[in-house]
């Protein structure tokens, strides 16, 4: 080991950006760096991009194991002319090769909303030392065709190259008084209102835990259904299930606060919805009892219920769901990555 190139290292470490809500999600990062042209901003100059990967051995990208770091920056090149740095916009994204169904983080030196796939997010201020940054949470849908997409913020534009997470195929059977879809009133409704729910204030920090302590994972996210023989159009398995005695604790899978907490829906069951912020929102359904009404605040295993077969379930088991601005994510990232 080299003495002097170590201590340079570290010293050109302390001197980069510091992006702190990502610093476990293992992808290859990325930084864009664009000079503002407020005259012009239709060309999108691209002054020089620096690309550079996490550390050797960073997952390429549908791995969703182990925690490299990605930090980069282009600030260790502009301390010469502190005064250009303001003028310069970074976007950095945390995995430009996401798969189906995946969560990534977009990172911005400005405040302002980030657009992909025709939807638009907010990017909220985060607390760091330096220049401030802004950042927004991207959930891929798991439906998304495979394919190059744009990915649009003040400006600059990036493509990510969107795999396919091969989500499999699932046969159900139901009995005939589960078989339905009819939602109690209200139901479809107030699901979707708190799937929307967007408050900036991040509740969580960390990785969620899983809800149901030593529980069988019975159902991954993802997977198509065909029930009593009839493929479900546009459904996908849009949560993950843990399949565990009735009565099981559930416990809160990361801090946050309760926004919806029913019981007696015909579909949903006996649910809880909570929202963790920066359009974070998880669900636990079919649940036998509930623990906790909205507006409470929940620390991170607290519980919150307990496993049941409430609604459209054939069996004891929790269905757990995690949206991010309204799009459902596979929680697996979220039990593995720091978001
Ligand atoms: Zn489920």
Same mark, same amino acid.
């Given at each position: 080991m080299n003495n002097s190139s170590s201590i340079s290292r570290k010293l050109r470490l302390a001197t980069l950006y510091f992006f702190p809500a990502c610093l476990s999600v293992a992808f290859q990062s990325y930084v864009l760096a664009n000079p503002v042209n407020s005259n012009s901003p239709e060309h999108q100059r691209r002054a020089s991009i620096s690309y550079a990967k996490a550390r050797a051995g960073a997952l390429e990208n549908d791995s969703m194991g182990g925690g490299t770091s990605a930090l980069v920056s282009q600030q260790d090149e502009s301390t010469s002319t502190p005064e250009s740095s303001?003028?310069?916009? =970074?976007?950095?994204? #945390?995995?430009? +090769? %996401?798969?189906?169904?995946?969560?990534?983080?977009?990172?911005? @030196?400005?405040?302002?909303e980030v657009k992909f796939n025709n939807e638009s997010v907010s990017l909220f201020a985060d607390a760091a030392d330096g220049q401030p940054r802004y950042s927004a949470l991207i959930a891929i849908p798991a439906q998304l065709k495979p394919g190059t997409y744009q990915l649009l913020s003040g400006g600059l534009v990036e493509s990510l190259a969107v795999g396919n997470a091969h989500y499999g195929t699932q046969r159900l059977s139901l009995p005939? @008084?589960?078989?339905?879809?009819?939602?109690? *009133?209200?139901?479809?409704?107030?699901?979707?209102?708190?799937?929307?729910?967007?408050? #900036?204030? +991040?509740m969580w920090s960390g990785v969620f835990q899983h809800p149901v302590k030593h529980a069988r994972l019975s159902t991954r996210?993802?997977?198509?259904?065909?029930?009593?023989?009839? *493929?479900?159009?546009?459904?996908? =398995? @849009?949560?993950?299930?843990?399949?565990? *005695?009735?009565?099981? *604790?559930?416990?809160?899978?990361? %801090?946050?606060?309760?926004?919806?907490? =029913?019981?007696?829906?015909?579909?949903?069951?006996?649910?809880?919805?909570?929202?963790?912020?920066?359009?974070?929102? @998880?669900? #636990?359904i079919h649940m036998n009892t509930i623990k906790v009404k909205p507006g409470d605040s929940v620390e991170a295993?607290?519980?919150?219920?307990?496993v049941g077969k409430t609604g459209r379930a054939s069996g004891p088991h929790l269905h757990y769901g995690i949206y991010v601005n309204n799009v459902a994510s596979n929680p697996d990232y979220w039990f593995r990555n720091t978001y």
């Open positions: 303001q003028d310069v916009d =970074h976007l950095v994204i #945390s995995n430009l +090769k %996401p798969v189906q169904g995946e969560t990534i983080m977009v990172s911005s @030196s400005h405040p302002g005939k @008084s589960k078989d339905n879809f009819q939602a109690s *009133p209200g139901e479809k409704e107030q699901m979707e209102k708190a799937k929307k729910t967007v408050s #900036s204030e +991040k996210f993802g997977l198509k259904r065909i029930v009593n023989g009839k *493929p479900l159009k546009d459904y996908f =398995h @849009s949560g993950t299930d843990f399949a565990a *005695p009735q009565g099981t *604790p559930v416990l809160a899978a990361a %801090p946050g606060r309760v926004i919806v907490a =029913h019981t007696g829906w015909r579909l949903h069951g006996n649910t809880v919805c909570i929202d963790h912020g920066r359009g974070v929102v @998880s669900i #636990s295993g607290q519980q919150i219920g307990t």
